[in-house]
């Protein structure tokens, strides 16, 4: 996701051609795409339970196991 995010952030924000601002733009480049692989990663950790419970499901087709009974 992040080399996603920095391939279409190059094209989208033209290059400039003076040192001072292509630091700050590559700069400005990294952190919106660290950004991007930080937050895509938060979402995956968020997914990885739901990951158990289909797995539950696809053992348990009828219905859920009950500790209750």
């Known amino acids: 996701m992040g080399a996603g ?10 290059e400039p051609s ?4 292509l630091s700050v733009w ?3 480049l ?4 660290f950004g991007a692989s930080a937050a895509t990663q ?3 950790r968020r997914a990885v339970p739901l990951k158990s419970l289909l797995a539950l499901t696809m053992v348990f087709p009828d219905r859920t196991p009950s ?3």
């Open 26 to 28: 590559w700069l400005s």
């Open 5 to 14: 995010v920095a391939i279409v952030g190059s094209h989208v924000v033209s």
């Open 42 to 44: 938060r979402l995956c």
């Open 18 to 21: 003076t040192a001072l601002p």
């Open 67 to 69: 500790r209750l009974v």
């Open 30 to 33: 990294l952190m919106v795409s």
